[in-house]
């Protein structure tokens, strides 16, 4: 059979024999083998049979084309193998086809071909597998067999076909993908020639280039869009593609079943022609009708394909996909032409139509008749229908009518039936129905109706229709108006007011309003307008009821009611009694009214007295007035009084109203000013001067000038509230505005504000209670004319039964979170309103309160804020001409009183707001008490808000109790949670099992510096807990910055990752890590900050840094040698002083083993309870020992204070050690809360007879004290004092609580200000100006303004020594502020006082402060010489038992005495007053008990003073003048020259034999902790002249640290380098003759480190050893050019050098 791999034939012409074939084969191969002869390939020829005429040569590939020597060419593999047997009848079966094939071809047709019959064309295709000639041979043989003539079968070869058909693609594949598919050779494709979609059978016909790629494309299985689909070679002369042996399966569409009208399929059943084109139509869309029985009650028709279809898989795969469809769509479709009606018809009407029915009228529908329902169907075509069903249901209507007659009523009112017939209703109704019969029933109110049943529901129908359809409308009318329509005749007044102007439109009358009804809208409106113009309510103030009392009166009422009510009643007049308001009330027709009005108007006006309150400007005004003797012409037509700045007239109204007018255009012609000078002094002044200044003005200008006094006319005038103003301030133009915790309804002022609703209804209950019926009538009157107010309009009405003259209603809209800003607007239009509003009306004082427009739910800051602020451009913009003198800003609620408060302030400035004296109290202590809390808690209000919208908070509090989502622990290597003190936290707080979580990460992962956990929470508040394993601080050396850094970051990205909207970190490393916390809080911040920036964050949102809380506060001195620290709940406070004077519950008393009272305050308790005491611890003493050998209990006696302030005394055994002192404090302390004392007062125990240092005792007993605060023992105790009998002990226990204080937070800075200014009894002066010249009133204000402010001085007092005021100097300064009314404002930071006021008084209060600062100063030198006095030698007394060391102050005095050789001195020791004989070494008290003393030098044999000094001649300061030809000179000249150029005028050198002396102790102990001498440096120090003084006798005073240069190092004293520096203006200040000032500075400047904002002593060398501390800092470790030092004997100031620019 050949290689398989040689599948493709082609066919070579052979003429010659088998024998030439054979000797011919190896050449043939050569041949065709050959690409460059042939074209051809690997082939090989298997017959040698040439019989054929042909041979053929079998090639490997597919495709060749090759050329045989003359030219031929053929191509393997695309001879035909397929044959086409056309006229296939249903006779000739695919056996017998099948059977004949293989007769002619002698093949098998299981393997060497295969028959597909096409019976939609009536053919058959037989497809070779084998190798046959198909043209030469089988077609000839098989058309000449018998069976093939019989049949008249056809046989032609099929060509090979370039197409194929695609088919089972998914609807959304488009042309484009199909076509990119099959030119893809992997596909088998190649080039497309053209393609055509069919998308409804989901197919595509592809026309190839090639037949070659139709056979590849055929042996390959295809995939498009994940979907596999089928493909077959498509050949065009039949129009069909062949399948192959296994055609497809097409699936057969199921039958569609439509229900149908029982009526219609019985319709159906009686045409058999219509039901039969139906079917012939749809056999066209391949569809059999199988119809359901004529009877069947619920009908389905059935749609099917046909059966014979169904074998036509070629058909059916075409049809199957919207055959269901189609078949509905089109059966639907015919369906619609036929329809299914129903008309009622009675069972006798039925009876007599069936006759008419047979008529050419009827003959195309079909009628069924349902009688149980009594309906008739009709059914047929739908054009039939619409032809037919109008004339059968008009024949049925006529008969039923003729059957049947109906009676019916509806009910109606009579005057809706008028108004109705009226209408030509009746006419109407007959119109359409002419049998229809309509009359009224007034007794039973009812239209009764007759006619057929259809025209009386159609009449019913319409009455009804006309009665529903007539509109109405609710009017509302004044009060009194419908008391005149309810009395008038209503069918008179109806013809009067729409009849007469032909207006159909009737008027019910209601007992609040008029309803109008009429047919049309239009008649509404115009009967509306038409009752508002012919209706009319007049209103007369009766300010007099007696006027209608009189005969008189009801005389006029009867005249005119019988002339305008003739026809008919047209008027109606009423009076309205009331207290608070009365009124003549005049209603009815308009022009009745008008008329009735005008001689109503006229008698109360000639018979009312009324009196007139004129409020003036002021009492210049009213000077004015009375210099004019204005008021005496008035006098004659009217009574006039006056009181204050009120004009009060009185009398007929008509002549009131006429002399008020000629007034008031006088004062309208007068020009006045208020002027306001707010300078201190100037008031005194005025009042001293003021008759002078009155003539001057009035010689000089015509000008009346009044000053303004306290409780003068207007202020008297309007003081009617009782109430203190809670605050206020007076303006320029002297409106004073005062804010007053007050019931607003109660508060008594000319005019008050409150918020009204449009429709002037008062907002809240209490304000409704106070209007009475007359105010309401005012405000509907207003409504009635201006139909409606809009938000921030106002308006004025009388005030009701409040205490005010009259009231403004201020329309007030709700308040719109959404539209805020247009909320804001229209409430300040309704304030601005108001205020002007008052002013038109001449009113002086108005109140307005906040209440009203709160309760129209306006926030409170929010509302005051607009209601001060529209105050103000109100004042703005009346220029001072505006009558409103007092704007009082009244509330009852105290978060409004505060929040005017506040706005007055910040518009107005704080400083010009003047509180009530009860308030300023109050003020005062809330400012002190706000400067502690927000020292404490200013944390706790910063928060910053990053612009990506993260905010970053810092609170204060425990991290284990934060409530974010996620928290930050800190954790060593080990993961153990007990190892830090955050750790430990927030493990005692989680719980065992969040070390266990730890344990299992241990297990699984490595852990390192840097490293980040994230665990469940277990029992903490938070959700998650994030571990961060922080490394040691390397001091910035090496990468633990960068590891924090990344930790942070790490952190935040772990929050976004698990969705977590915030996250708290603790202040990481900066306890046992040593990170320093300005370090940490940087990176934390800057970290967040980057973090932010990136903006990938969208969950986190909020980041708080958690800041420990404190247990100490600051140390504080409330009063001289008291220092106080906060320790909790307890106040510790250690003072010198007499512990037998404490008046606290419990003392402390120090006393022996043997507890025998003759120690410690044994003298202090002898009295009549001495015995008792002193029995009680004998008893105890003996019971002591053997309860200390056997159970160790109380160790101290309680006893009853004695002849003490204090309640009870613990007598304790004092201790010998730390230890041993901080047991004893601690059980004092536990006995305390037995006793529930709520203070006690410790000696320092165990520095007298226990020799323990005072600095462990301070350390000891302070200790005792936090650890029972942290241990929360402290419940009734509040106080704890240690009092100190030793003043030289108080420097270590202030030291000791120094170490304790709480510093400022990392994250923020709390500097308390040090500015303030003192201007209490500080008042305005407040001038009142008129003229009848504008000119006049101008130049008197100027000329005033220049007297005034001629008087004023100010001067500014700059020293040092200011920084040394304490509380009592600022004391006698505020005190003596009041007293001269100048103003000081004084700035501690800058030194500085400055005094304004009246020349006088400033001159005297700057001397006073000058003799002040000359006592400080002196004070304090002489504090400075003691204490450099003591550090050389000590003075000591004995006190029995020990050589006791004198306090300071006194041992400075001793030393001089000695020094000076005095014989003896009076010194006071704990109050007794000595005399100390100096030669004798003792001293004697007043009862001449002798006491010895003794003077113990501290370094006297070791210090040496330089060689270059001068002879001290036994004094201590010496300054003397270095010789400009001395080397001495030279060499300090040559050290300033180096880099200042400036003239030096002379060089000093200043010897302070104590000064000198302390530097060099300092000297030696740094040089020996050091271990070398190299720890000095000459550096320079600018001043001024002012501290030259105190520099040169005390030295350098760190408290003034960073004055000039702003502490960069920290709080220091500062040296530079070079002179150049400090030569600068900004430290070395010139004096008034240009002269500057320089220290030559000996320094200790040691062992330094790079110093910080902040510090306030150098740190240590070693985190391990904190008390090993630099000796210095500077700016530059590798280039100093600033140092500063933190003790000030560590500089020396060796030369002052005086120099000039």
């Known amino acids: 059979m050949g290689d398989g791999n040689y599948q493709y034939p082609v066919a070579l012409k052979w003429d010659e024999d088998s024998c030439s074939l054979k000797r011919f084969k190896n050449k043939l191969l050569l041949h065709f083998q050959s690409k460059k002869k042939s074209n051809g390939g690997e082939c090989e020829i298997r017959d040698l049979d040439s019989s054929r005429g042909y041979i053929l040569i079998y090639f490997r590939d597919e495709g060749v084309t090759v050329k045989a020597e003359h030219g031929e060419k053929a191509t393997a593999g695309s001879r035909s193998s397929r044959v086409l047997i056309e006229n296939v009848q249903d006779s000739c079966s695919a056996d017998l086809l099948n059977l004949l094939v293989e007769k002619v071809s002698e093949r098998d047709v299981d393997t060497d071909f295969y028959l597909e019959i096409i019976p939609e064309l009536k053919s058959a295709v037989i497809t070779f597998t084998c190798d046959i000639d198909i043209q030469g041979g089988f077609i000839g043989q098989f058309s000449d067999h018998p069976t093939v003539t019989q049949h008249n079968l056809r046989a032609k070869c099929l060509e090979e076909s370039r197409m194929i058909w695609a088919e089972g693609l998914t609807p959304n594949t488009s042309e484009e993908m199909i076509a990119l598919y099959f030119e893809n050779p992997k596909y088998g494709g190649g080039s497309i020639e053209r393609m055509e979609m069919i998308a409804d059978l989901g197919a595509a016909l592809i026309t190839f280039e090639s037949e070659e790629v139709v056979k590849s494309v055929l042996r390959k299985s295809h995939n498009i869009n994940k979907k596999a689909i089928s493909v077959f070679p498509y050949y065009p002369s039949i129009g069909e593609c062949l399948y192959g042996k296994k055609p497809p399966l097409v699936e057969s569409p199921h039958p569609v079943e439509f229900p149908l009208n029982m009526y219609l399929i019985e319709f159906f059943s009686n045409n058999p022609k219509i039901k039969q084109d139906i079917e012939s139509h749809l056999g066209n869309h391949h569809c059999e009708v ?72 009827y003959n195309r529908i079909f009628f069924k008749a349902d009688m149980v329902a009594e309906k008739v169907f009709l059914v047929g075509l739908l054009e039939d229908l619409i032809k037919t069903e109008s004339s059968f249901k008009e024949l049925v209507d006529k008969k039923t009518n003729k059957l049947m007659q109906v009676e019916d009523a509806v009910p109606i009112e009579p005057d809706i039936y008028k108004f109705l017939y009226t209408s030509h209703l009746e006419r109407s109704l007959q119109k359409d129905s002419s049998n229809l019969k309509m009359e009224y029933d007034s007794t039973t109110r009812n239209v009764i109706l007759c006619g057929t049943k259809a025209e009386v529901q159609n009449a019913k129908c319409k009455i009804l229709s006309a009665k529903q359809d007539m509109k109405s409308r609710a009017v509302n009318q004044d009060p009194q108006i419908i008391q005149f329509l309810l009395a008038a005749d209503k069918q008179k007044l109806s013809s009067i007011i729409f009849t007469r102007n032909n207006i159909n439109a009737m008027m019910e009358v209601r007992k609040s309003d008029v309803l109008l009804m009429a047919s049309f809208e239009k008649d509404i409106a115009e009967a509306e307008k038409q009752m508002k113009n012919d209706l009319a309510c007049r209103r007369i103030s009766l300010k007099d009821q007696r006027v209608i009392q009189t005969p008189e009166w009801d005389n006029l009422k009867k005249t005119v009611t019988t002339q305008l009510n003739v026809e008919t009643m047209t008027v109606a007049i009423e009076a309205l009694l009331a207290e608070a308001a009365s ?99 100037a008031k005194k002044f005025c009042i001293e001067n003021e008759e002078q200044h009155t003539n001057n003005m009035w010689l000089k200008y015509s000008c009346v000038i009044c000053l303004q006094k306290d409780g003068d006319g207007e202020a008297a005038a309007l003081e009617m509230n009782l109430k203190e103003p809670y605050c206020h301030v007076m303006l320029p133009n002297g409106v004073k505005i005062a804010v007053y915790k007050d019931n607003p309804y109660h508060h008594k002022v000319d005019v008050a504000v409150i918020a009204a609703s449009d429709d002037l209804k008062p907002i809240g209950q209490l304000v409704e209670s106070l209007l009475n019926d007359a105010v309401r009538a005012e405000c509907e009157s207003v ?30 809209p709700k308040w719109d979170k959404k539209s805020s800003s247009k909320s804001e607007r229209q409430l300040r239009k309704a304030i601005k309103s108001g205020l002007d509003q008052a002013a038109e009306k001449g009113h002086s004082s108005i109140a307005i309160s906040a209440s009203s427009f709160v309760a129209c739910e306006y926030p409170v800051d929010i509302c005051t804020e607009c209601i001060v602020t529209s105050i103000k451009q109100h004042m703005e913009n009346q220029q001072g001409t505006s009558s409103i003198r007092y704007i009082h800003l009244v509330d009852s609620e105290d978060d409004i009183v505060k929040a005017f408060t506040h706005f007055l302030s910040e518009e107005y400035e704080e400083k010009n707001i003047k509180f009530s004296s009860k308030q300023e109290k109050k003020k005062i202590k809330s400012q002190k008490d706000q400067k502690k809390a927000d020292a404490a808690n200013k944390f706790d209000r910063q928060m910053v808000t990053t612009k990506e919208g993260i905010k970053i908070k810092m609170i204060q509090g425990n991290i284990q109790d934060s409530t974010t989502n996620m928290i930050v622990n800190s954790v060593g290597k080990d993961l153990d ?61 090496g990468s633990s910055e960068q590891i924090l850094r990344k930790i ?35 990176i934390m911040y800057e970290e967040c900050l980057n973090f932010s920036s990136k903006g990938n964050h969208k969950h986190l949102k909020i980041v708080t840094f958690m800041l420990h809380p404190s247990l100490f506060g600051e140390v504080t001195s409330p009063s001289a040698g008291i220092h106080e620290l906060k320790i909790g709940s307890i106040t510790y406070q250690v003072k010198i002083g007499d512990i037998t004077k404490e008046d606290t519950d419990v003392i402390v008393n120090s006393t022996n083993k043997t507890f025998n009272l003759k120690t410690g305050i044994y003298g202090a308790v002898v009295g009549e309870l001495a015995h008792t005491v002193v029995k009680r611890c004998v008893i105890h003493a003996a019971v002591y020992v053997y309860v200390r050998a056997t159970q160790p209990k109380k160790p101290f006696v309680v006893t009853k204070g004695g002849n003490l302030s204090c309640r009870n005394i613990i007598h304790i055994e004092g201790g010998q050690n ?52 942290s241990s929360k023992s402290a419940k009734s105790l509040q106080t704890v004092k240690v009092t100190i009998f030793l003043p030289s002990l108080l420097q270590d226990f202030c030291a000791s609580m120094k170490k304790k204080e709480h510093k400022p937070s990392v994250f923020t800075q709390d500097e308390a200000t040090k500015v303030f200014e003192l201007r209490d009894n500080i008042e305005p002066v407040i001038y009142h100006l008129c003229a009848e010249n504008k000119e006049a009133v101008r130049n008197a204000s100027s000329w005033l303004q220049d007297l005034i402010l001629r008087q004023q001085l100010e001067k500014l007092i700059t020293d040092d020594w200011i920084l040394e005021f304490g509380d009592k100097e600022q004391e006698i300064i505020a005190e003596l502020q009041k007293t001269l009314h100048v103003t000081v404002n004084i700035d501690l930071p800058s030194n500085t006082i400055k005094v304004s006021g009246l020349t006088e008084d400033v001159v005297n209060l700057t001397d006073q402060i000058q003799d002040m600062i000359k006592k400080v100063r002196e004070k304090k030198t002489k504090e400075r010489e003691a204490e450099l006095c003591s550090n050389l030698v000590e003075w000591r007394y004995y006190d029995g038992s020990n050589f006791v060391p004198f306090d300071q102050m006194t041992n400075l005095e001793l030393e001089k005495a000695k020094n000076k050789k005095t014989l003896n001195l009076n010194i006071d020791l704990a109050g007794v007053n000595y005399t100390v004989v100096m030669e004798l070494s003792s001293m004697w008290d007043p009862t001449g008990k002798e006491m010895a003393i003794q003077r113990f030098p501290k370094h006297e044999n070791t210090l040496d003073l330089p060689k270059s000094w001068d002879s001290m001649d036994k004094s201590q300061l010496k300054v003397v003048t270095v010789d400009t030809r001395s080397p001495e000179y030279s060499d300090v000249q040559a050290q ?166």
């Open 783 to 812: 409504i009635q004319e201006e139909k409606k107010l809009e938000a921030g309009d106002s308006i004025i009405t009388n005030a009701g039964n409040l205490p005010c003259k009259q009231l403004i209603h201020a329309v007030s």
């Open 977 to 1037: 949670l007990q190892s830090g003190a955050v750790s430990s936290a927030i493990f005692r707080s989680a719980g065992t099992k969040l070390q266990d979580l730890l344990n299992k990460v241990k297990s699984q992962t490595p852990v390192t510096d840097g490293c980040v956990f994230v665990t469940d929470s277990c029992n903490l508040p938070c959700d998650l807990v994030i571990h961060c394993v922080v490394p040691q601080w390397d001091e910035g050396k």
């Open 1048 to 1082: 942070v970051n790490d952190c935040l990205q772990a929050a976004e990752e698990n969705h977590m909207p915030s996250i708290s970190f603790p202040a990481m490393g900066t306890g046992i890590l040593r990170f320093p916390k300005n370090t940490v809080a940087a």
């Open 583 to 681: 009124e003549v009330v005049i209603s009815g027709l308009f022009s009745s009214v008008q008329t009735a009005h005008q001689q109503i108007d006229q008698f109360l006006k000639e018979n009312t007295e009324v009196q007139v309150d004129i409020v003036v400007k002021s009492r210049a005004v009213m000077k004015v007035i009375e210099n004019k003797k204005i008021l005496d012409a008035i006098k004659d037509n009217v009574n006039v009084s006056k009181k204050n700045i009120i004009i009060s007239l009185s009398g007929p109204e008509q002549r009131v109203q006429n002399e008020e007018k000629h007034l008031r255009s006088f004062l309208s012609e007068l020009h006045y000013e208020t002027l306001y000078i707010d300078k201190p002094g």
């Open 290 to 361: 199988q119809w359901p029985a004529p009877d069947c009650q619920e009908p389905v028709v059935r749609l099917s394909v046909p059966r014979e279809l169904l074998a036509q898989y070629r058909k059916m795969a075409k049809i199957a996909p919207n055959w269901n469809k189609k078949v509905h769509d089109e059966f639907s479709r015919l369906m619609s032409k036929y329809e299914v009606r129903d008309c009622d018809v009675k069972n006798a009407v039925w009876e007599v139509l069936k006759e008419k029915l047979s008529s050419p009228t």
């Open 1218 to 1269: 730390s230890s041993q002192i901080k047991k004893c404090v601690t059980d004092a302390l536990t006995e305390c809360e037995r006793l529930q004392a709520a203070s006690i007062a410790f000696p320092a125990i165990g520095t007298g007879a226990g020799n323990v240092s005072s600095a462990v005792v301070s350390d000891a007993m302070l200790d005792a004290v936090v650890d029972f605060v």
């Open 1536 to 1701: 300033f020259a180096k880099t200042c150029q400036m003239k030096i005028s002379k060089i000093e050198r200043i010897q302070n034999l104590h000064l000198y002396q302390n530097y060099q102790i300092k000297k030696q102990s740094i040089d020996t902790k050091n271990g070398t001498t190299n720890n000095e440096r000459q550096l320079f120090h600018g001043t001024d002249e002012n501290t030259v003084k105190s520099v040169n006798s005390n030295g350098f005073n760190r408290s003034y640290s960073g004055l000039n240069v702003g502490a960069k190092l920290g709080n220091g004293t500062y040296f530079a380098v070079n002179s150049n520096y400090s030569a600068h203006d900004q430290y070395s200040k010139p004096d008034a003759n240009g002269l500057k000032y320089m220290y030559l500075v000996r320094v200790l400047t040691g062992e330094f480190c790079v110093g910080q904002e902040g510090m306030v002593a150098p740190p240590a060398k070693n985190p391990s050893n904190s008390t090993d501390l630099y000796d210095s800092v500077t700016n530059d470790l590798a280039k100093p050019s600033i140092f500063a030092i933190f003790n000030d004997i560590q500089a020396y100031p060796e030369y002052l050098i005086t120099f000039s620019k």
